[in-house]
């Protein structure tokens, strides 16, 4: 790849890496840090970081591999200043750990081959029960909300979101462990 010569072509070629791996960044980070919220927040800094930094990414190398360790460095700075992480959470080592294996698992496309069983596994639910999912976590709303729409009770909507994820989760392992497993 040729180096850009203006601003404007070096600011298209990180919009265009960026755009190209944004997603697999994001399961990156989603994948180390449990609050959606505080996932996106990290996600958001971290590509402020990469435009400040850009200058220093030599084009033709690994865009994801240098995103990912800017952002796994963001990660160790959100952990540091969150009043919100006990003192017993992961160590830095573990962190690096999990960050290693998500990055090999990116590698090796088993996020896509998960993501990809999960949409086969949730098509063959009935409607109401996708609707429901849907509402929940497509759409973020309340349980409050999700039991007025369905007119179920609330203690209802919990423990049918319980099952239906235990049993997306076992469907998704059967799906990843059958050989050729059709749909």
Known sequence: MSTPSTNDERTEAFLRLLGEHERRLAIYVTGLITCPQDAQDIIQEGK?????????????????????????????????????????ALSGRMLEILSEESESAIREDRWIKREKALDDCVEKLPKDHR??????????????????????????????LSRLRKNLYDCVEKELTTPLSSS
């Not at 203690?155 to 049918?160: C, E, F, K, V």
Request: hydrophobic residues 40%.
């Open 48 to 88: 402020i970081v990469m435009w400040r930094q850009f200058h220093q990414f030599e084009l033709g190398t690994n865009f994801a591999a240098w995103a990912r360790k800017i952002l796994f460095y963001q990660i160790l700075a959100y952990r540091r200043k969150s009043k919100r992480i006990a003192a017993s």
């Open 131 to 160: 609707d429901i999912l849907e509402m929940r976590y497509r759409d973020e709303s309340s349980i409050e909300r999700i039991s007025h729409r369905t007119e179920r009770t609330e203690g209802a909507i919990y423990r049918l």
